[in-house]
């Protein structure tokens, strides 16, 4: 068993109080009673993005068993997280939660929760297993250099801390997130990696158009998002904020097109189909069917494709059909232009904004240069990575930290030599 393993031994610093950061420190200890285990956060605070995640409940994993179906939900890191994620996933995930007192719900699309709905909740677990692991936690103290010893005359590694301390360390983990002022990218690159630069991920879509004015707050059910100049399309809620767009679908066209968007200065045309998966031409045949059987009713009243009341008027006054206007009276081609405006009504991007307060990006450590059965270093023995330093994002409903439990547990595992 893992817990009476004496390990490896030594002295671990870990870099980065965050979820995968913490979780690597637990299982290092915990792997090897015998190990040393340090870890340093540069801020006042450990575990800060657990605590504002899912709008302060914390998504903690998605309900999904299967590695090679969860893996899909990573736009970068799919191929090698399902090795990873078939020997710790979200089954283990709850499990290991379970086993210190923290229940998990499971909600309608997938997500999981504490059954709390409270993030205190899992930041009181994560720091109650790190204290009984015998884990020291030290923040405001960063990881702010690192070397390799030479061999000989000495072995391991020589960490330079924030406040100027050097210490020799036998092995580190790095998990201090993927935010372009991360120290571990900086940090892996001093030591032969590649990092691939960090660019927003998980993010909503600024859109000004008369269209969505004053309807804040409204949500269609089920429609597609589609930049047709990249051909990434996405499927589901989207929703009309303050600022333009947002809901899953946005979150994750944004998050497998991080990179293009990028590049594009978050300058595009969106395509928003309002009534996926329908195309214009059955959208026609559904207004003509209602132009057919509701001759005497109002259209901006009498919505066909289950859309909320105040989009569907809007859309039906973009295609210049008047507010008291009968479907009997509806000509062809004004029937053309609504099915238009239903199935492929295009805005205008200007710019984002992050999802809440949460941060994701896509970018960091080359998995090519990473063991992904162990996330230790294959340039620099004795270094590991975790969470988003790696070149590792998942899409919206808590695979981002399922894939930081997954690579901290390995990591930490691995680093106790269990």
């Not at 903690?60 to 090698?80: I, M, N, Q």
């Not at 999981?112 to 103290?141: H, N």
Request: a positive charge; glycine letters at 12%; charged letters at 20%.
């Amino acid at each position: 068993m893992a817990g009476k393993n004496q390990g490896a031994g030594g002295k671990v610093l870990v870099a980065g109080g965050g979820a995968a950061g913490f979780f690597g420190a637990i299982e290092a200890a915990v792997s090897s009673p015998g190990t040393e285990v340090i870890l340093h956060e540069a801020s006042p605070n450990v575990l800060a993005k657990v605590r504002v995640s899912g709008g302060g409940r914390c998504n903690v994993t998605h309900a999904c068993f299967e590695a090679r179906d969860l893996a899909k939900s990573y736009p970068r890191g799919s191929r090698e997280l399902i090795g990873p994620l078939s020997r710790f996933g979200p089954k283990q995930t709850v499990e290991w939660f379970a086993n210190r007192g923290v229940e998990l719900k499971t909600e309608r699309d997938g997500r999981m929760f504490p059954v709390t709905d409270d993030s205190a909740t899992i930041v009181a677990c994560l720091e109650r297993a790190a204290r009984d692991a015998g884990v020291r936690v030290m923040t405001r103290s960063g990881l702010r250099a690192l070397e390799r010893i030479p061999r000989p005359p000495g072995s391991g590694l020589s960490a330079t801390l924030t406040d100027g301390t050097i210490e020799r360390v036998d092995r580190v983990l790095i998990a201090t997130g993927g935010g372009s002022s991360s120290a571990g990218f900086s940090i892996a690159a001093s030591l032969g990696h590649t990092v691939a630069p960090p660019v927003p991920s998980l993010f909503t879509f600024h859109v000004e158009d008369e269209r969505l004015k004053g309807l804040e707050g409204v949500a269609a059910p089920m429609a597609g998002a589609s930049v047709r100049s990249m051909r990434f399309h996405e499927a589901g809620p989207i929703l009309v904020t303050h600022w333009g767009l947002s809901g899953p679908a946005i979150l994750r066209l944004s998050a497998w097109g991080a990179r293009q968007l990028h590049g594009a200065g978050y300058r595009f045309a969106l395509v928003v189909n309002w009534a996926e998966p329908r195309t214009p031409d059955k959208a026609v045949s559904c207004l003509e069917e209602e132009r057919t059987h509701h001759a005497r009713r109002r259209i901006a009243s009498t919505n066909p494709f289950g859309l909320p009341a105040r989009l569907w008027e809007r859309l039906v006054a973009a295609a210049g059909i008047g507010e008291g206007a009968l479907w009997a009276g509806l000509s062809n081609e004004l029937l053309r232009d609504l099915a238009l405006q239903v199935t492929v009504c295009e805005f205008q991007v200007t710019g984002k904004s992050m999802n809440k307060e949460e941060f994701v990006t896509c970018g960091g450590v080359r998995l090519s240069e990473v063991n992904m059965a162990t996330m230790e270093s294959r340039i620099c023995p004795g270094l590991y990575f975790a969470g988003e330093v790696l070149d590792v994002d998942g899409v919206t409903g808590g695979f981002n930290f399922q894939a930081a439990w997954t690579t901290g547990w390995h990591a930490g595992r691995s680093m106790a030599g269990a």
